[in-house]
């Protein structure tokens, strides 16, 4: 079982920035394929972005690609979302989730563990 706990959300003026973290219990981040979604109203859940477990290699969206970073730090078993740059078409409830087997995948049907999620708002 992995537990997963977002946190970090908020309301920011388009342009800003927002950091969002990620903490994992039950099982390492380390072991673990670590991916963000999220999930504006009226829309399916999409990729974001992921890191991997080994290496680690990350991974984006191309709506997101050069603005937003993941990254891991595997003593605080935590995974972070950095997002600059922000759009008012990032607004939408952002989710971390834990595949524990395999590869990255952009298919949130792969993910077998999901936090609550949090809700980030940028104002135009």
């Known amino acids: 079982q992995v537990r997963l706990v977002e946190s970090g959300g908020g309301l920011v003026q388009a342009g800003g920035s927002l950091g969002l973290s990620c903490a994992a219990s039950?099982?390492?981040?380390?072991?673990?394929?670590m991916a963000w979604f999220r999930q504006a109203p009226g829309k399916a859940r999409e990729f974001v972005a992921a890191?991997?477990?080994?290496?680690?290699?990350?991974y984006y969206a191309d709506s997101v690609k050069g603005r937003f970073t993941i990254s891991r730090d595997n003593a605080k078993n935590t995974v972070y979302l950095q997002m600059n740059s922000l759009k008012s078409e990032d607004t939408a409830l952002y989710y971390c989730a834990a595949d524990l087997g395999g590869f990255w995948s952009p298919d949130r049907a792969k993910y077998e563990y999901w936090g609550q999620g949090t809700q980030v708002t940028v104002s135009s």
């Open positions: 039950g099982r390492t981040v380390s072991s673990a394929v």
């Open positions: 890191i991997s477990r080994s290496l680690p290699r990350t």
